[in-house]
């Protein structure tokens, strides 16, 4: 079965430090774009950031641009997002999702984790 | 950045009739070089994540009833369901996959009335 399953969610004082991690199954994770979506409670959905199958982009939302870095291994079929100077503003469910086709073209996101909460406050 | 605005916020429509939401984006998300919109629709439940419906602007996913359609290009586009179903209860959001940041629109809330 094809899945996403995201762990490291948790609570956080502002200015803090989380790493999450998505791990894939069911595919061949070193031939898809990752991606990390979040949706604060009751809201819309906001793209976070993406990383290409081959590292050669690493695009971020302006609002997370300088304090969270997404990596990729593809050993641990896994993407992560390490998030620094955490703010209030950032909590949210964070999901894992990816690219349809394989590559490194653009794509709709096909398959998508259940999601990790990440809750800062003091 | 491309902006994504969807309309209305939210419908209630009776069971069997035809429910259309509309998303317009700032900037064109056709790629000239291989004729493709750059737009997406996922469908969301509550407590689940979003789901893929539509991609390419009109390509349905796989698994997905032939009830909901895709249509448009460039800057507008819409998401149709011919005949409203319980199931259809959700929020619907399009996305443009054309150039980063990638974004979506703020959400079409579907009820049955």
């Known amino acids: 079965e094809v899945q996403l399953v995201e762990s490291g969610g948790g609570l956080v004082r502002p200015g803090g430090s989380l790493r999450l991690s998505c791990t894939a199954s069911?595919?061949?994770?070193?031939?898809?774009?990752m991606n990390w979506v979040r949706q604060a409670l009751g809201k819309g959905l906001e793209w976070v950031s993406s990383?290409?199958?081959?590292?050669?982009?690493?695009f971020y939302a302006d609002s997370v641009k300088g304090r969270f870095t997404i990596s990729r291994d593809d050993t641990k079929n896994s993407v992560y997002l390490q998030m620094n100077s955490l703010r209030a503003e950032d909590t949210a469910v964070y999901y894992c999702?990816?690219?349809?086709?394989?590559?490194?073209?653009?794509?709709?996101?096909?398959?998508w984790g259940q999601g990790t909460v990440v809750t800062v406050s003091s | 950045d491309i902006v994504m605005t969807q309309s209305p916020e939210s419908l209630a429509m009776s069971l069997g009739e035809r429910a259309t939401i509309n998303c317009t984006s700032s900037q064109t998300v056709l790629y000239s070089s291989n004729n493709k919109n750059y737009l997406a629709w996922y469908q969301q439940k509550p407590g689940q994540p979003p789901k893929l419906l539509i991609y390419w602007a009109s390509t349905r996913e796989s698994g997905v009833p032939d009830r909901f359609s895709g249509s448009g290009s460039e800057t507008d586009f819409t998401l149709s369901i011919s005949s409203l179903q319980a199931e259809d209860v959700a929020v619907y959001y399009c996305?443009?996959?054309?150039?980063?940041?990638?974004?979506f629109g703020g959400g079409t809330r579907v009820e049955i009335k």
């Open positions: 990383i290409s199958s081959d590292r050669s982009y690493i």
């Open positions: 069911g595919f061949t994770f070193r031939s898809y774009n």
């Open positions: 996305q443009q996959y054309y150039s980063s940041p990638l974004s």
């Open positions: 999702a990816r690219d349809k086709a394989p590559g490194n073209n653009r794509d709709a996101f096909d398959i």
